[in-house]
């Protein structure tokens, strides 16, 4: 028999109404109430219906090809399934994304996905994430952890294999004097990259590899800041944290006078394959878009199907993709 809201309210001693509210996650219900209601629905086994509702991707960088690419990938996994996907772009951890999230909370959107969102931050106000919790509004991290615990299922990429990647091939190319443009501190992919790299060097034989990391922001413009900083300090290779920085190190060593590869190799990060088609081709580690945007959908789907999902960071492999930004050291 098909369990629908009459059964719950009578399981729940509420009016039907009220099943609705709780059903849509509307205001006018009291946590207790809100509580009883789902628990009702867990006993009898009520599944709500999806259709039409709305999966909020949330995230600061849509303008970078890898992430519009993320998104665009988890609106196709999950619009067979009757669900939406609206991109929320705003700063990570500021207060727009808690406006965000509340204004849809009230609208009875279905989920929440973080992606490279203020679950990348240290330190990040967990009040969104505790609105989406009252709300029984399930959530879900692409490539960040969320603040105060693995309550949430994430996916992100193995940032610590992707630093001894672009290490490996810059080392076995002879390159010894090897630099890193990362992006801010606090930013937990920034410093798993950070991590990664100075431990790849330190394996090496290379002392105080510490010295050889430039924190920027994750710009052309912060790429272009750490190059000629690196390149003061003697480097021959930049390994760069995003491919918008890699972008930024090209820049800043040809306004240095110095050509790439010939001078200075540089190793991207993401893989956005129109970075195919700048000047340098651009070697870079590669993000796997297609299996982080699909585990994240299923995720979602999951979640809503009130299925077990396991909480805490799953890690994925990226992939070293070698093009013509990268060669051995000029003989000097």
């Known amino acids: 028999m098909k369990v629908g809201i009459t059964e719950v309210a009578g399981r729940a001693g509420v009016s039907e109404a009220t099943v609705s509210r ?50 665009e990938r988890i609106e196709s996994t999950l619009a067979p399934h009757g669900l939406k996907t609206v ?17 849809l909370a009230e609208r009875g959107v279905a989920a929440v996905v973080f992606l490279s969102a203020s679950n990348t931050i240290e330190g990040a106000d967990p009040q969104a994430y505790e609105l989406l919790r009252s709300r029984r509004i399930p959530f879900v991290g692409v490539n960040g952890q969320f603040e105060g615990g693995g309550e949430a299922p994430v996916f992100s990429t193995d940032d610590l294999l992707a630093a001894e990647l672009a290490v490996d091939h810059l080392f ?9 443009a990362s992006g801010p501190v606090g930013n937990r992919p920034a410093d798993r990259r950070v991590w990664g790299f100075v431990d790849a060097l330190g394996r090496r034989g290379i002392e105080d590899a510490g010295q050889w990391v430039v924190r920027q922001s994750y710009t052309v413009e912060g790429g272009q ?53 700048v000047d340098p081709p651009l070697t870079t580690v590669r993000q796997p878009a297609d299996r982080l945007a699909a ?38």
């Open 225 to 277: 800041s750490a190059a000629v900083a690196l390149l003061a300090r003697g480097a021959t290779a930049i390994v760069a944290a995003s491919d918008y920085m890699a972008l930024g190190a090209i820049r800043g060593a040809r306004r240095q006078g110095c050509e790439v590869p010939g001078d200075v190799s540089v190793v991207g990060y993401d893989g956005s394959m129109i970075m195919d088609f």
């Open 87 to 103: 991109v929320c772009p705003c700063f990570a951890g500021g207060v727009q994304e808690l406006d965000y999230l509340t204004s």
């Open 295 to 332: 585990e994240a959908a299923r995720g979602v789907l999951a979640l809503l199907a009130h299925r077990d999902v396991p909480v805490g960071e799953l890690l994925f492999d990226p992939e070293l993709v070698i093009r013509a930004s990268t060669a051995p050291p000029r003989a000097r």
């Open 22 to 71: 709780v059903i849509n996650r509307r205001q006018g219900v009291s946590r207790k109430t809100r509580e009883a209601v789902e628990q009702a629905m867990a006993d009898l086994g009520y599944e709500r219906q999806t259709q039409g509702q709305l999966v909020a991707v949330v995230t600061e960088l849509v303008s970078n090809p890898f992430f519009a690419d993320v998104c």
């Open 172 to 180: 076995r190319l002879g390159h010894r004097r090897i630099g890193m």
